[in-house]
């Protein structure tokens, strides 16, 4: 009877732990579904976005699926059902998807960092690891589901496919935070490039890369914390990619007609970085090429009356920027 009573619980424990979680991703599953409907609303999309998104959509909809499965075969263990408590099959799907969904994250950022250095050795070494995490945690999966119950070979591969995918995030967002300081170090003035690459940054790698971490930690201890927090990873892998593609509007509500008009016309400037290789190592980067990030709310809008279209430019050390109106 004493050795029951500490199963009993933590059967109680782990199913408060994965009805709380479930509720939360539910919650940000219908925020992931929003954000998609918006996104395949606005045209001139790329067509590898549009794939990710695709395929983030399919990935979350098994998790979340899986996860409320998961729930059930754990309210059914309090009826006597004993043989479904070593059912793993949705466990084994939750892991699956949310690797999945962490890779297309990866890549995306992989291709983002490719974009700004034009670094080929690190690219496919940051593919590498992505590749090599996904494999070490469906390895995990697949031992999950054919070993015998106390098998540590599940564990063993799942701390090793976690450990490389920390490594994986906590790199691209190392690398990619460098290769934004220093664009910033080099052009000062550009406040709302920077704001747009530092806020990308922040959402996109060191944000993921801080959870990724606190999961290995909590599953390193055997905490339960940790299936509440890796169960709605897949969501926020999803959440950030979307935000940074819906960051930018459409090209239909961005792009103003053309007019003959003389009257007061609102100025957009645009600004297009181009950097010397001949003085630098540095390659083209082009401003429209980076993910977008919303402007920021503070600048002005500047009214004025223009009768013909003009355009200025100046050099600043080995870079020139060009302002377009």
Request: proline fraction near 5%; aromatic fraction near 12%.
């Amino acid at each position: 009877m004493a050795d029951t009573i500490p199963d009993l619980k933590q059967l109680f424990l782990a199913f408060e732990v994965q009805t709380a979680a479930s509720w939360l991703n539910t919650m940000l599953y219908m925020l992931e579904l929003v954000m998609v409907i918006r996104y395949f609303r606005r045209a001139s999309r790329p067509l590898p976005h549009r794939i990710g998104v695709a395929a983030l959509v399919f990935f979350d909809t098994a998790c979340t699926m899986a996860l409320d499965a998961n729930v059930i075969v754990v309210f059914l263990s309090f009826f006597g059902k004993q043989s479904l408590g070593s059912l793993f099959v949705p466990t084994t799907v939750i892991l699956f998807m949310t690797y999945l969904s962490a890779s297309v994250e990866q890549l995306f950022l992989c291709h983002l960092y490719f974009i700004l250095t034009r670094n080929r050795l690190i690219c496919v070494f940051l593919t590498f690891l992505v590749i090599l995490h996904l494999a070490f945690s469906f390895a995990s999966g697949i031992l999950l589901q054919t070993s015998a119950f106390g098998d540590p070979r599940p564990f063993t591969a799942n701390t090793i496919g976690a450990s490389l995918c920390a490594v994986t995030d906590v790199s691209i967002s190392a690398l990619l935070g460098w290769e934004f300081f220093k664009i910033k170090s080099r052009h000062n003035t550009a406040q709302d490039l920077i704001r747009r690459i530092y806020i990308l940054c922040v959402t996109s790698g060191a944000i993921v890369a801080s959870t990724t971490i606190l999961m290995l930690i909590l599953f390193l201890k055997g905490a339960v914390a940790f299936q509440f927090f890796f169960s709605c990873q897949g969501r926020v892998y999803a959440l950030t990619l979307l935000a940074n593609f819906l960051s930018r509007p459409s090209a239909s509500s961005s792009t103003p007609a053309p007019s003959m008009r003389t009257g007061p016309l609102k100025m957009q400037s645009s600004l297009v970085f181009r950097t010397d290789t001949r003085s630098s190592g540095y390659s083209s980067v082009n401003e429209k090429a980076l993910p977008p990030i919303p402007a920021s709310p503070a600048a002005p809008t500047t009214t004025t009356t223009i009768q013909f279209a003009h355009f200025c430019s100046f050099s600043a050390s080995d870079h020139v920027i060009h302002f377009a109106a």
